[in-house]
């Protein structure tokens, strides 16, 4: 069974890659400048993004935490098996000697300064919209969004930054999706579309990818 979910998950990130590439209304870039050497790389914790949201709306609040602790995951999950990567832990966080308010750039420096890393990964989550209903019927699709900022510590520049936003599209909307093989078209969870959305990011960063 495992099998066949990553064979899955591997065919959604193609098809999300060519969809994205013929699609200009889904902002999904991608820059990366020389190359330097970078050695060790910290994994800030992903975290929602600071967008504007109503006091009194909490789902979306409440859409945001999840997604951050679902990203966390698979962060760690793709990660793991990379030697120079490291996931800086929230006691380590709160022990930073920062008066920075929140601001998670600053708190990537901060932490790459007295942690002791080249490099610093800050994952920002701006949507995380659950699918309604079951893998074959929906009233909505999964909506995901987030942006990864890998910062250089000794210069404070970033170096590579990559945007996903992606909502599932309906069969006769994305002629892609009736190129599933196996079992066909099936709407995602928001789980599973992160999953495809961070893995092909990741594997473009040249710092990140797999080997």
């Known amino acids: ?13 193609t098809a999300l890659f060519v969809f994205s590439a013929g699609c200009s209304n889904l902002p ?18 992903a975290q929602p993004a600071r967008v504007a949201i109503l006091p009194s709306d909490t789902k979306t609040k409440e859409q945001l935490a999840d997604g951050a602790k ?5 962060l760690s999950d ?22 920075a308010p929140g601001d998670a750039l600053y708190l990537a420096k901060e932490a790459g300064q007295q942690l002791h890393y080249d490099a ?10 659950t699918r309604t209903g079951s893998a074959y019927a929906v009233d909505n699709p999964a909506s995901v969004a987030f942006s990864l900022k890998l910062l250089a510590i000794e210069s404070g520049q970033i170096i590579w930054s990559a945007d996903f936003d992606q909502t599932q599209q309906p069969l006769f909307g994305n002629i892609l999706s009736s190129r599933s093989i196996g079992s066909g078209f099936r709407w995602l969870t928001a789980a599973e ?4 959305g961070l893995t092909k990011k990741l594997n473009s960063c040249p710092y990140l990818m797999k080997n």
């Open 78 to 99: 793709y990660f793991t098996g990379h030697k120079d990567v490291r996931f800086i832990s929230q006691i380590e966080l709160e022990g930073l000697q920062s008066t």
């Open 1 to 13: 069974m495992k099998h066949v979910h990553t064979f899955f998950i591997s065919w959604v990130v």
């Open 193 to 196: 579309l992160a999953e495809a």
């Open 28 to 45: 999904q870039g991608e820059t990366a400048n020389e190359l330097l050497p970078i050695s060790t790389i910290g994994i800030l914790p």
């Open 120 to 129: 610093v990964l800050v994952t920002e989550v701006t949507r995380y919209q």
């Open 70 to 74: 679902i990203i966390n995951s698979l």
